[in-house]
């Protein structure tokens, strides 16, 4: 991925690729790890939808760490953790007509389809709602849980059994059985493509399956609803997804049971082999299975149509009766979706056409600076209220000093404002026409306004960083949040207001101080169940909760390490790639010791994973570079099994399992896309260089330098047929 790094073109194309991952990572964490956003859903899919675009343009720079591939919520911890069979992650997105064409020319070119074939696509509103995953188990509802982060979510099954009209137990019966030829599940004739008659066998539910859908509440419902929580003098809820939401997490069932909610089921995530054909179909049988799914969808392999139905559910939406915020499109075959295949995060065979951001103007009354985990002064415009979408916004993101002198800015402005679903909007513009000349200009602060450091903002970048570093508050007690969260050590009754506690009282001020605190604690006065709001049964809990995750897993722990640029994927791939913390440690500290002359081998080999460039390599040095974190990460082992890791992806009995795969020169039965897909979902680690690690290059037509390497170090090299031969006998 690095031989065009000498490209001046490429080279700009890096460095703002890495600006725009780093802002969405930002914005990520805030959304699912802070439960505080500070951006609409179109300014985050318009982050995205750059990220992508830079990705088309130059392919080497996809990677799989990639933050868009991030997905779903934390869960409560008043719920028990279910972790998917079939992890449940989210769409991609398009906005425009550009967008949409795209969409069709991706799936072409991945499965190597001449430009003029149809591609037969499902579509179908998108309910904004709570995501849910059914579970049934020889035809009973076992589980109903939430998304959560795509791979564990939030055990809601008894409040799901309150809501009406969804079957607790599937027919154990041929869905056809008794019924003529003619009187089968119906199937629009004349689509390309169309796969014929149903089999016999079709419509008998498998043995295990899991029902995905969205779970919702109408707007009549939602209106009602509020009208009684006013009445009551209870906090009303924003819009109809968050009443949804709130009302199905419910700790007494009795409260869910009080509220109208409703649930469309949309697809399947794991049904063993069992086969449903077709998109069409599978909606079809889940109907003939007792579901309610969405009547208004459309089946068409002509993209004018698709794009003509888009607009007249956009004219329409208001007379549906339930909030939706665009357009879901499938490719309608199954088998084709399988060989799509899915990235980090999201399927390549589906994409959410989202609609038109909401607007309003207002003013902007004061403009305000929070420091981030990373340190970085994003600063904030505090709103006069306004109603958006159903929802009253009152503060707005606006991004960094940049964005603020490009927009010109200022306290008091009358601004437009758009919203797209989230709490927190975007700041479209300035009506410069209705200033009086008493609005001011905001001077972004040269320090911290936490800790007093100096702010400064790196050449070349549009974010302003405190130098404080874990001296500074703000940057301290979120790196504690952050290695306490979900997907890092996930410590259950350490939620941000008792690390902020915690840090506030001075008893955990670095993260070894978590696992010391059971034994410190009878020297604090007064001791912890003493303190209000707690007693001994939650210290207890809390210290219970501690100690069962002493134990953690590798790529757990370097995500939980809060290294910048750092995020989930990019943490496995460095488990997957060094094995113990122990290796990862010495190569970081040695790839770290290089001088201006040549990089040494640890740092090549570094720079060889796949989805690490140069600045995330950088950051990753740099991080073992300090001796503070070496120190840090010293102690943190004293107290901890940092297990290593073990690859359980993929057939183990395969070829290709837990080996080093390269690809190189012209790929002709399959494209090189498709190929790295299939290696990685055998668990084979892809790599885009050769070296005495390599097991496998892949060599197409037109192969070059990587094929000669490969030969001088003894690398096995697979012609394509050969690879191919080899995946036919899995």
């Not at 969205?214 to 968050?242: H, T, V």
Request: glycine share 6%; aromatic share 8%.
């Amino acid at each position: 991925m690095n031989t065009l790094l000498s490209d001046d073109d490429f080279n700009r194309a890096r460095q703002e690729h890495e600006k725009l991952a780093e802002r969405i990572r930002y914005h990520d964490a805030k959304y699912y790890n802070d439960d505080a956003p500070e951006i609409t859903d179109a300014e985050y899919d318009e982050l995205r939808q750059k990220l992508e675009s830079l990705e088309r343009d130059y392919p080497d720079l996809i990677t799989a760490d990639s933050p868009t591939q991030n997905v779903g919520s934390k869960p409560s911890e008043g719920f028990q953790k279910v972790e998917h069979r079939q992890s449940m992650l989210s769409l991609s997105n398009v906005f425009t007509e550009e967008d949409f064409d795209d969409f069709f020319t991706r799936i072409r070119r991945f499965l190597g389809m001449k430009n003029d074939e149809v591609v037969e696509i499902y579509a179908e509103p998108k309910i904004d709602g709570l995501s849910c995953n059914l579970t049934y188990v020889n035809g009973e509802l076992k589980v109903a849980a939430t998304r959560g982060d795509g791979y564990v979510g939030e055990d809601i099954t008894e409040n799901f059994k309150t809501l009406e009209g969804i079957p607790n137990r599937l027919p154990n019966k041929d869905i056809n059985e008794g019924k003529g030829p003619d009187e089968s599940i119906p199937i629009v004739d004349g689509i390309p493509g169309s796969l014929g008659p149903l089999p016999d066998a079709f419509g008998v539910p498998p043995s295990f399956i899991e029902i995905r859908g969205e779970i919702y509440m109408g707007r009549d419902d939602f209106q009602e609803l509020n009208k009684r929580r006013e009445e009551e003098g209870k906090p009303l809820f924003a819009n109809p997804r968050n009443a949804a939401a709130g009302s199905v997490r419910q700790l007494d069932v009795s409260l869910t049971a009080s509220r109208p909610l409703k649930f469309l089921a949309y697809g399947v995530g794991y049904c063993g082999e069992y086969n449903f054909f077709s998109q069409e179909r599978l909606c079809i049988a889940l109907e003939k299975w007792g579901f309610p799914i969405n009547e208004r969808s459309l089946l068409s392999g002509d993209a004018k149509e698709i794009w003509a139905f888009y607009n007249e559910i956009l004219e329409t939406r208001a007379d549906i009766p339930y909030d939706i915020d665009g357009i879901v499109y499938k490719v309608n075959d199954i088998a084709l979706q399988a060989r799509l295949g899915f990235v980090s995060r999201s399927p390549r065979w589906a994409t959410a056409h989202k609609f038109p951001a909401e607007k309003a103007v207002t003013v902007i009354n004061a403009i305000r600076i929070q420091v981030g985990r990373t340190g970085a002064l994003t600063p904030v415009a505090d709103l006069e209220p306004i109603t958006v979408g159903g929802a009253v916004i009152s503060h707005a993101t606006l991004h960094n000093e940049d964005e603020i002198r490009r927009k010109d800015i200022r306290v008091g402005d009358h601004v437009v404002i758009q919203r797209a679903g989230d709490v927190i909007p975007q700041v479209v513009e300035v009506i410069t026409e209705k200033r009086t000349g008493k609005e001011t200009e905001f001077v972004f602060p040269q320090t911290c306004p936490v800790c007093d450091s100096i702010a400064i903002k790196p050449e070349g970048e549009a974010v302003t960083r405190c130098t404080g570093g874990l001296i500074c508050a703000a940057q301290a007690v979120e790196r504690l949040k952050h290695f306490v969260s979900r997907d890092a050590f996930d410590i259950e009754g350490m939620g941000t207001k008792v690390v902020q506690l915690f840090w506030e009282k001075e008893i955990i001020k670095t993260p070894d101080d978590i696992f010391t605190l059971a034994d410190r604690n009878k020297d604090f006065d007064p001791p912890l169940e003493n303190w209000e709001g707690w007693g001994e049964k939650s210290v207890e809990k809390l210290f219970e909760n501690i100690e069962k995750r002493r134990i953690i897993s590798l790529d757990r722990f370097i995500y939980a390490l809060g290294i910048r640029l750092v995020g989930q994927a990019t943490a496995r791939r460095l488990a997957q790639t060094y094995t113990s913390f122990e290796n990862l440690k010495d190569q970081m500290v040695k790839a770290g010791k290089k001088d201006d002359l040549f990089e040494n081998e640890a740092y090549e080999n570094l720079l060889s994973i796949d989805d690490i460039g140069q600045t995330m390599a950088e950051e990753i040095t740099a991080f073992f570079a300090e001796h503070h974190n070496i120190d840090l990460l010293n102690a943190l082992q004293s107290h901890l099994d940092i297990q290593n890791f073990e690859r359980v992806s993929g057939n183990a009995d395969n070829p290709f399992f837990d080996k080093t795969v390269v690809f190189t020169g012209t790929l002709v039965q399959m494209t090189r896309a498709e190929a790295k897909a299939k290696a990685e979902s055998l668990g084979a680690k892809v790599s885009g260089s050769v070296s005495a690690k390599t097991d496998y290059v892949v060599a197409g037509e037109s192969a070059g330098s990587k094929l000669k390497k490969a030969s001088e170090l003894g690398v096995s090299v697979l012609s394509e047929q050969e690879w191919l031969d080899k995946l036919a006998e899995i």
